[in-house]
Each structure stands twice: as structure tokens, then as C-alpha cells.
């Protein structure tokens, strides 16, 4: 029990990342909806009280929740493909059913993602799967899906609600199955469910509905093979935000491994550094494509912009469960020995050899790319810039074994 809550507690935090990409603005103008804001969370929410309605088992309930959670994760890796075309809605269903068919229960998440734009009248449905090849849980997450979208962040009022409620028993058959109508008409009826959707924690009571207090506490693992498909999954996502950071976070993570594995690093600790190193650029997911691809330098604004992602990367981690090292790793790369780095502005006292490694790896990578404004560095000439921040920015003894080992 304590390992399936530890599981969905750290998709939650990853279904804030997807969210949190959802509001950049390239992805508002094309979806012309109010994305971005907590949807996984909320359509996770919403559907999994409609499967408790309609007595899913505990697995499925599972399953669903994630579901849930990840359903427009083809709309932030592969966005940029399919921009203004008219297969948007199709293709995100693809994409997305193809990403989480890594993940544990692949096959059942995959088909649910698939199909959670399909309706059971062929004009409502972007692939026109006939009804009989939906699954429950698919089509719980259409109604819950669309439920979210109509709602518009608002508090309805209870004649807006009894609105919303009439519109779907109008469209059912249409829009809608009509076996999972009840059930979302029995949460419905209820104040407290619209009392949780405002609510700030909904994976807490999300939690609650699935599992025993005292199951619910987070048992961390990073040395499984679930967590090493995850970081590959959201590093692949982070580095298709921008066109000029197609494999940096790999790269971070295998020069940081490297570093670490030449140290002497045990090896669980050089896989833990290794996904930090995959993860620690995820609050980029929160910035702009259009800032991230900027050719020239960036405005006073778009600095403030840039530097809070390490701030998302850290909140987003710590609440997935990481153990607090992992976290550190991944988010304090920007951060410097003299105090002067970014967001939490943390001296040498507080940054552990693992920091002070990706700070490095982060650097060198980056320095050693393509990027909007300047053609990739040589090893030897990336190094030589890393020097002269030993001592101020960057650990010198750790720059010197780096440009042992790197060059």
C-alpha cells in the first residue's frame, strides 16, 4: 500500500510539472482554453470519485487516478510538431498513449489516454473509436475532462452547477457515455466535492479516499527501475520545450555520473546523482518556449522568468518524494560557493559535493551546446570559462578533477 501511495504521490508532482507547461502560451492560443491550471490534478480528482461511484476496484481506481493525472502529457512532448494544425486533439491522444506506456501498468494507461477524447457519437470523437473499444475508465476521463474544461476555474453557484449538470444529461450519447452519467451526477450532488476541487491539497484527500492514513507517507526509492523511466520520461520532456536543448538534460545527468563514478561515488549514490541530473532542469516546464528560444539576450523580465525554474524544480521534487540529497542535486545547480547563485541564494556551507558536481555537469553541458545565440564550445574551451569561477562559483577542487576527467 505504502509503495502504490508513494507511487501516485510523486505522479502528482510530475502532473504539476505537465501543468505547469500547459501554461505557456503558445499552448493557450492553440488549445483556446484554460489549461495549465491544476487540470490533471482536478480531472484525476473528478474521476476518480466517479470510479468509487461506479465500485472500480482498488487497482483500477489506481490507474485511473494516474490516468487522470498524465492525460494531456502528449500535448507537452510533442506540442511543438503539430502547432495550428487541425489534428491537434488527435495527435496529443497518440503521443500521449505512446509516453505512458513506459510507465507501470502501461498497456491499461496507454488506452485510456488514447481514447479520452472519444464520445460515443462519432462527431464528437477525434479517432471514432466505436464505443464497444472505449474502456470505463476512458470514458470517465472524458466526462471528467470536459467537466474541468466547462468549469473555467469558477466557483459555480448552485443554479451554474445544476447548468452544467443539465448540459451533460442533454448531451449524453453524444458527448458523453451514458453509463458513467450517474456517477458523476451522484458526486455532483454533494457540496463537499465542489468544496475539493478548490481545495490546495487535492492529492491529500485523493490519498484519503484510497488508502489508510497511515499508508499514505511517502517510502522514497530512486534506484528502481519506475523512477528511471519516469526521469527519462520528463527529461525528454523538458528538453522538447526548446529546440536547442534536444539531449541537455541526459547530458547533465551522464557528465554528473561520470564525475561522480571517477570520485569513487558508491553506486547507488552515482544512480541518484545521475536522476538529478535527468530532473533537475524540470521547472523549465514553466517557462516560455518563446524565452527559452530567444536568439538574443534576454530582458530584466525574462531573467526574473528564467530563474524561478530551479525554484519549481526543488517544490516539485521534495513534494514527489525524493529523498532530500536528490532534490538538493537536481535543484541547487544554480546556486554558487560565495552565495551570489540563484533562487535560494545558499553559500559553499550548504552545498554538498553532490551540488557542487552538477553545478559543474549543468555548466559544461550547457556551454558545450548549440544554443540560440552562440555555436557550441569545445570541452577544453568550456572548461577554461568553468575555471574562472573556481573558488567564487564553482568548487576548485572539483574543477580540477573535471577537467582531468573531460578533456
Known amino acids: 500500500m505504502r509503495s502504490e501511495a508513494s507511487y501516485i504521490r510523486r505522479m502528482w508532482n510530475f502532473s504539476k510539472a505537465l501543468d505547469l507547461a500547459l501554461i505557456d502560451e503558445e499552448v493557450k492560443k492553440g ?16 474521476s476518480l470519485k466517479m470510479g468509487i461511484a461506479l465500485g472500480l476496484p482498488h487497482k483500477e481506481l489506481i490507474q485511473l487516478l494516474i490516468a487522470g493525472l498524465l492525460h494531456d502529457i502528449g500535448a507537452v512532448g510533442g506540442f511543438h510538431k503539430f502547432h495550428g494544425t487541425p489534428f491537434w486533439m488527435k495527435e496529443h491522444t ?33 479517432l471514432r473509436i466505436e464505443p464497444a473499444q472505449v474502456s470505463i475508465k476512458a470514458r470517465i476521463i472524458s466526462l471528467a475532462d470536459k467537466v474541468d474544461v466547462n468549469l473555467s476555474r469558477k466557483v459555480l453557484s448552485r443554479v451554474e452547477r445544476e447548468k452544467l449538470i443539465q448540459w451533460i444529461k442533454d448531451h449524453e450519447g453524444k458527448q458523453f457515455y451514458p453509463e458513467v452519467i450517474p456517477a458523476f451526477i451522484q458526486v455532483a450532488a454533494t457540496e463537499a466535492f465542489w468544496l475539493d476541487l478548490e481545495h490546495q491539497d487535492l492529492m491529500k484527500i ?37 529546440s536547442f536543448t534536444a539531449r541537455h538534460s541526459r547530458s547533465v545527468a551522464d557528465t554528473a555520473q ?12 552515482t544512480r541518484e546523482i545521475w536522476v538529478a541530473g535527468m530532473v533537475h532542469d524540470l521547472g523549465k516546464l514553466a517557462i516560455p518556449k518563446k524565452i527559452l528560444d530567444k536568439p ?37 545547480h544554480h546556486e554558487r560557493l560565495d552565495g551570489k547563485g540563484y533562487p535560494f541564494g545558499i553559500g559553499a556551507d550548504g552545498l554538498d559535493t553532490g551540488a557542487r558536481l552538477m553545478a559543474i555537469a549543468d555548466m559544461f553541458a550547457a556551454l558545450t551546446e548549440d544554443r540560440p545565440y552562440r555555436k557550441a564550445l569545445s570541452p577544453s574551451e568550456a572548461l577554461a ?23
Request: with cysteine; glycine share 8%; hydrophobic share 40%.
Open 31 to 46: 488549445l483556446h482554453v484554460p489549461f495549465g491550471l491544476r487540470h490533471g490534478e482536478r480531472v484525476g480528482y473528478i
Open 94 to 126: 497518440l503521443l500521449g498513449a505512446e509516453i505512458v506506456h513506459r510507465f507501470p501498468d502501461g498497456e491499461v494507461l496507454s488506452e485510456i489516454v488514447r481514447h479520452h477524447h472519444e464520445a460515443p457519437h462519432p462527431n464528437y470523437g477525434v
Open 206 to 242: 485523493s490519498l484519503a479516499l484510497l488508502f489508510d492514513e497511515e499508508d499514505v507517507q511517502p517510502a522514497p526509492k530512486v534506484c528502481d527501475q519506475e523512477t528511471g523511466v519516469l526521469a527519462s520520461t520528463f527529461a525528454d520532456l523538458i528538453d522538447q520545450k526548446s
Open 258 to 269: 561520470k564525475l561522480a563514478e571517477d570520485l569513487g561515488w558508491e553506486k547507488q549514490d
Open 385 to 407: 570559462i568553468i575555471q574562472r569561477g573556481a573558488g567564487t562559483a564553482m568548487d576548485p577542487v572539483l574543477v580540477e578533477h573535471a577537467r582531468k576527467i573531460l578533456t
Open 296 to 332: 538574443g539576450p534576454l530582458d530584466s523580465d525574462e531573467v526574473e522568468m528564467i530563474r524561478t525554474h530551479t525554484y519549481h524544480t526543488y517544490h516539485l521534487l521534495a513534494g514527489a518524494g525524493f529523498p532530500q540529497r536528490v532534490t538538493q542535486w537536481a535543484a541547487y
